[in-house]
């Protein structure tokens, strides 16, 4: 019966997320309980392209990158897939519409990692518009249920919270992408003299994504608006602690927080959202 599949498909989908993001995995709990396997089925997608390209460095990534194209234009087509992740994703594709170029662009961006090391201003943009731009805009197809006003509404403000979450991952993993897969995502910053100057110019780009990406998190509807904030509340406070480190402490350390920090980030999100002091 393909009903039992489909719910091993969203397992799958939710096992993934939970093992590779406590924090994603934290917000998601927090969203209406519609929204979870949809973000589940979204994310299981996203980690499993970006798997490929990250790690699996004794593997044809070309090949790995092109046989997902196809399984995921074939699992989108004939609505199955024996791929339990893809066949979670299709599911989300066709419930929310979720667009095949945003899908497309993602993918692309996945590609550019096969080959592209360093970044002009222009390949950085098209690169954080598809390796995160789009998955915030796919996450708002399900948030916004249908209401195609509202989703052009917020969509400038989910791009910037993508491109924000992820810009803070390029800075929190400048060790692992510079030294071990040699890629600079940054243009024109010479990270063999990281510089305090090069650190700021960073951070006030990501400054002001935040800044946008917090004016859509009000206006997300009530069952979105709590378990994104929280996601938004947890990278604020990462962005903050890598702020306060040296340039040459986060080329040679993973800036993280602790999980056991996670859970009061947790709670004093949770009562901020209450209050309504977002």
Not at 97 to 112: A, G, K, N, P
Not at 128 to 138: D, F, I, R
Not at 182 to 190: E, L
Request: charge should be neutral.
């Amino acid at each position: 019966m393909k009903t039992l599949f489909d719910t091993l498909s969203a397992s799958c989908s939710k096992n993934t997320t939970q093992l590779y993001s406590t924090s994603f995995s934290l917000g998601i709990h927090f969203l209406k309980s519609e929204f979870h396997k949809p973000i589940y089925g979204i994310y299981g997608f996203v980690r499993l392209a970006d798997e490929i390209v990250d790690s699996f460095h004794d593997y044809d990534k070309d090949l790995m990158m092109n046989k997902i194209r196809v399984d995921t234009i074939e699992a989108i087509r004939e609505r199955i897939s024996i791929n339990p992740i893809l066949n979670s994703f299709q599911h989300v594709v066709h419930n929310y519409h979720i667009e095949w170029e945003l899908i497309d662009t993602f993918l692309r961006s996945m590609e550019m990692d096969l080959r592209k090391k360093e970044h002009t201003l222009d390949s950085y943009s098209e690169y954080v518009l598809g390796s995160a731009e789009v998955v915030g805009l796919m996450c708002l197809r399900v948030f916004t249920e249908g209401d195609d006003a509202l989703f052009e509404e917020l969509k400038p403000y989910a791009m910037k919270l993508g491109a924000a979450f992820q810009k803070v991952n390029f800075l929190r993993d400048l060790k692992a992408d510079y030294m071990f897969l040699g890629r600079t995502y940054f243009p024109g910053v010479n990270f063999s003299h990281f510089s305090i100057g090069d650190k700021q110019m960073i951070q006030k780009e990501i400054e002001y994504d935040f800044e946008q990406a917090l004016i859509g998190i009000k206006k997300l509807p009530p069952g979105a608006r709590r378990g994104v904030y929280l996601a938004y509340y947890y990278y604020k406070k990462l962005f903050l602690r890598i702020k306060e480190t040296p340039p040459e402490k986060v080329m040679d350390a993973r800036i993280r927080i602790p999980d056991h920090d996670k859970i009061g980030l947790m709670f004093r999100s949770l009562l901020r959202h209450q209050l309504d002091i977002l």
